[in-house]
């Protein structure tokens, strides 16, 4: 817990600045599935892409995850792909939280903090919502009670364009 915590610390004294910014290209990255083979985030262009990076020690994450399960299930048939980044250092706490927490979509796995960095959103969880073009629409830091009723308005949103 003390190393996760030290390890948050030093991605948020990265973040001098926010890397991804809306209307930007979203940063490609290419990351190991925790079930699966290495998926590019390039490759998913004309879908419209929800990335949720998470840790298994974080308590909002815990609390946001079976929203997201739901938003999974109701939009991956309209073009939805839901992405969770898990920054934890131990791929295997990440596999056992996935597991515990029933996480329905692909946990991509950023151990060495390369993706995480790169987007520099400075909390965690972080959602990030592309557009079909690969064009980042949407940025939330943080997660409080409701938020998933505005991802589910972006998302409709974007699936409709």
Known sequence: MKSAFVSLVALLSLAARAAVQTA???PDFTLRALQGPLLRLAEQRGRVVLI?????????CKQEMPHLN????????AGLMLLGVNVDDDPRKA?????RWQIRFPVLLDSDKRVVRRYDLGSMPATVLIDRDGRVRHLHRGYRDGLEATYELQIRELIKE
Request: hydrophobic content about 35%; some cysteine.
């Open 52 to 60: 949720n990076f998470w840790a298994s020690w974080c308590g909002p």
């Open 70 to 77: 739901q938003l999974h299930d109701k939009y991956r048939s």
């Open 24 to 26: 930007a290209p979203a």
């Open 95 to 99: 596999s056992e939280v996935a597991e």
